[in-house]
């Protein structure tokens, strides 16, 4: 079987959603934060919009912590005002609350630098490194360095 390009094997995933949900529904999902700012963002997020049969505007239904509904529900003139100058057309004309834990993306793993136990394939990474100007790409190609010795050395 010859190699296909991701942006075939994505669209046979993504057309039925986006046929079923919308266009409009995907791109408020991926700018949410910019529309509605970074506190809401983090506090809120699209669950669905129901877009009645005439295709006229609909009802975006919203995840929001409970904490923040009742603030939420008073801003939701504004926030219908921002969606819909986002997508240029009214897509939204009433916001649904519905009152639940957000399911928050778990964050990186903070890992610890490896220490060497060979003090001679520490200062080669370091060495090795040692050459790079800009502290910050100096600091992360030593661990990256210290990383990949040490998994030589298993």
Known sequence: MAPRALTRSLSAITRPI??????????????????????????????????????GPGTLNLRVTPALALEVQHLAPQLIERINSYLGYAAVNRITLVQAPLQRPTGRRTTRARVLRDPLAESRAAEQAAVIEDPELRESLQRLGRHLLAKRAK
């Open 18 to 55: 986006l046929a079923k949900r919308g266009a409009a529904f995907a791109s408020l999902v991926a700018v949410w934060p910019e529309i509605v700012g970074p506190r809401l963002g983090d506090d809120t997020a699209i669950e669905k919009l129901v877009q009645p049969r005439d295709r």
